[in-house]
């Protein structure tokens, strides 16, 4: 990782010199001009007090989490905890949310997040929810808009480095996990030297409930053992398509950086998924053994339930034909993207000096014609010739990623020349380009991977900031930079800085997500086993060593608030209710001692989590929100006497039990 980066950085001094030159000179940065930086803050200014336009989901790469954005401002006003634990949150910590994060393998505290994309409906982002993949223990999850929760994450079995994921269809059909890794599938105990023809590569069809949202793996093709790194549904005519970049046709097992760069042109897969539909709904495919956790959030139980399946349907290409072809693409292609209209197919050949663009139609025409080059295991290859609608000849240096607006333009970044080109999908001509610092990675436009790109901004997302803002030591932020891309030239409005890693985005107008966002949870609905609706409710019981105290919070107790009779070896159960039920109102509680995190818990809301103490003593616990004028007397005590001890249960609130008498 050191390695590459230092070569990359090596690779970016020598090349940046030669875009220099070449490159339009008029760009310095606004900070030169008085006048154009006012202008700049002007735009991204929200007044205090006032909303901004979008929101923006940028996903934490290897924080694993979805932090959320609001642009123009660039203000941070959340972080989704996803695929790792967040202490801030208790997710992971507490115990209705740790099944959330089971897998095959166990508790998998940790997750490298890569693609938000938001749910669809009629190729528009809808707004109801987030999918974004997990890359290093293969999982899909699905987040709440109207909570900001996660709500689902399902694994993914016989994948590995799961990187060409979560893009949704047209109507949120599908959401589609692709593995980058061929890896034996099923898993098995093999020669690595062997991988050549005996390695798979994955691609799973995840089905998405159209009300409530449920997912489910719907099929899984058993595709050749290539890379498979990045996919774009297709839109409008070619919407019965999915595309998948690949690299590493060769085949290769070691030394990667040279043995899978030696084919000129690998391919781009494309999959019909409405002919696999078709050919499974009729009895198509084969039942496999596969292990893989399924954990869903119950929101009327207030927690998360996992489930551990153990088959799943695989298909084999060979077997549904008309449903994938191959279209060669230079060289080691990253991103595949497909604009608003769905005809053109961006291949970003990271390694070419080209960009690969394909034609739908030519493809449906040479499909038609068969005019192929043969095969590859069984899959024909179209003819070059015969599908590209073009190349984008030395367009910048390093192509990953493209996006679109809506007036026929798209926009790529160059990952080498640092730099966002902007450039017309049919004359294949460069309209305009800017540098940004350093290193880019993805870019997005809100809804610019849909039909309906909603476009007067782009998020540049770069991997490297150097200089850029105040040092922090050897790590420093990586970092965002916001265009104003309603002009014929892209103007640099802002830089923010991400929360880990920011690979991806997905950004969409206020308006859709805004009125809908839940502000508390309804106590006659809460559900939770251990639930209390009012003091009178709370209690402590002890059943053997397991102590479960059924607490209750509001401003400015707890409820009991005083509890004796826990010993040493016993393992006590937290479960605490919000009783509030105003908006933003949340109260949290902490443990001396306990070897799990705070609890932040919403109105209406119930949460658990453990605390074995191990030693005697009278211990405090408080609430950890700032909640209330009396907050700092929010608190409690719990006396815990030896092993063995026969100090009685017991439990109060100004030395009363709750419920009895003045209850
Ligand atoms: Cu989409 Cu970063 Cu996962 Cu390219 S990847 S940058
Ligand atoms: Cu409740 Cu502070």
């Known amino acids: 990782m050191k390695m590459k980066l230092f070569i990359k950085s090596v690779f970016t001094i020598a090349i940046a010199s030669l875009v220099s030159c070449g490159g339009p000179a008029e760009k310095k940065e606004s900070t030169s001009k008085g006048a154009l930086a006012g202008s700049a803050a002007e735009k ?29 401002s660039g203000r941070l006003f959340r972080v ?51 999918f974004i993949n997990e890359n290093n223990t293969p999982r899909i999850a699905r987040i709440s808009l109207e909570t900001f929760e996660t709500e689902e994450i399902i694994e993914i079995p016989n994948s590995a480095g799961n990187h060409s994921s979560s893009y949704v269809t047209e109507n949120s059909e599908y959401v589609v996990a692709g593995t980058r890794f061929a890896v034996p599938f099923p898993q098995r105990d093999m020669p690595i030297s062997e991988m050549k023809g005996n390695f798979k590569g994955a691609l799973t069809f995840l089905s998405v409930d159209p009300e409530k949202g449920d997912m489910d793996i719907a099929f899984q093709i058993k595709m050749p053992g290539f ?58 495919g084969k039942k496999e053994p596969a292990r893989y956790a399924h954990n869903k959030w119950h929101e009327e139980k207030h927690m998360a339930i996992s489930e551990m399946k153990d088959e799943v349907l695989v298909v084999d290409p060979r077997d549904v034909p008309g449903a ?66 073009g190349v984008l000849n030395q367009p910048g240096l390093g192509p990953l990623h493209t996006e679109f607006d809506s007036r026929g333009n798209a926009y790529t970044t160059f990952f080498i020349s640092s730099e966002v080109v902007k450039w017309n999908v049919k004359d294949l001509t460069v309209i305009d380009r800017h540098p940004v610092y350093y290193s880019v ?21 770069n991997k490297i900031t150097k200089d850029r803002y105040l040092p922090t030591g ?87 608030d005083n509890i004796e009779g826990v010993k040493v070896g016993d393992k006590v159960y937290f479960h605490v209710t919000n009783l509030e039920q105003d908006y933003d109102v949340p109260h949290g509680i902490a443990m001396i001692g306990a070897q799990t995190s705070e609890l932040l818990i919403m109105p209406g809301r119930t949460t658990t989590f453990t605390w074995e103490p191990k030693q005697v003593g009278v211990w405090p616990f408080y609430c950890t929100d700032f909640c209330s004028a009396l907050h700092q007397e929010m608190q409690g005590y719990v006396r815990v006497s030896a092993k063995g001890s026969n100090v009685p249960l017991k439990y109060t609130l100004d030395d009363e039990v709750p419920g009895e008498d003045d209850f």
């Open 44 to 72: 991204v200014y929200v007044k205090p007090g006032e909303h901004d336009s979008h929101y923006a989901f940028i996903s934490g790469g290897f924080s694993g989490q979805l932090s959320v954005y609001g642009m123009p």
């Open 80 to 130: 989704i905890p996803v695929f790792s634990q967040d202490p801030e949150k208790g997710y992971g910590y507490s115990e209705e949310t740790k099944p959330m994060l089971n897998t095959s393998h166990g508790l998998i505290p940790w997750g490298d997040s890569h693609h938000p994309d938001i749910s669809q409906t009629n190729g528009s982002v809808d707004g109801r929810w987030v």
């Open 227 to 284: 890379n498979y790194d990045k996919a774009h549904p297709g839109r409008n005519a070619s919407s019965d398509w999915f595309f998948f970049t690949t690299y590493n046709t060769e085949e290769a097992n070691t030394l990667m950086e040279v043995n899978a760069s030696q084919n000129d042109k690998d391919f781009i897969a494309a999959v019909n998924w409405k002919k696999v539909e078709e050919y499974v709904a009729n009895g198509g």
């Open 324 to 389: 994938f072809y191959f279209l060669p693409t230079a060289k080691s292609p990253h991103g595949c993207d497909v604009d608003p209209t769905g005809e053109y197919i961006v291949g970003s050949g990271k390694l070419a000096a080209a960009m690969t663009i394909h034609s739908y139609s030519k493809m449906v025409k040479a499909i038609e014609n068969k005019d192929f080059a043969g095969d590859a295991y069984g899959i024909p290859i179209i003819n070059f010739e015969a599908v590209n609608y």
């Open 441 to 461: 990675g993805h870019l997005m436009i809100p809804g610019g991977n849909s039909r309906t790109p909603d476009d007067k901004y782009l998020v540049a997302m």
């Open 474 to 560: 050897p790590e420093v932020c990586q970092s965002a930079q916001l265009f104003d891309i309603s002009g014929d030239k892209m103007e640099l409005l802002l830089d923010f800085p991400t929360i880990g890693e920011p690979h991806y985005a997905a950004g969409i107008a206020a308006e859709k997500i805004k009125a809908k966002s839940k502000k508390i949870f309804r106590l006659e609905d809460n559900e939770h086993p251990y639930a209390v609706k009012n003091e009178a409710e709370t209690k402590v019981v002890r059943e053997g060593n397991n102590v479960h105290i059924y607490m209750s919070m509001i401003r400015s107790h707890f409820s009991p």
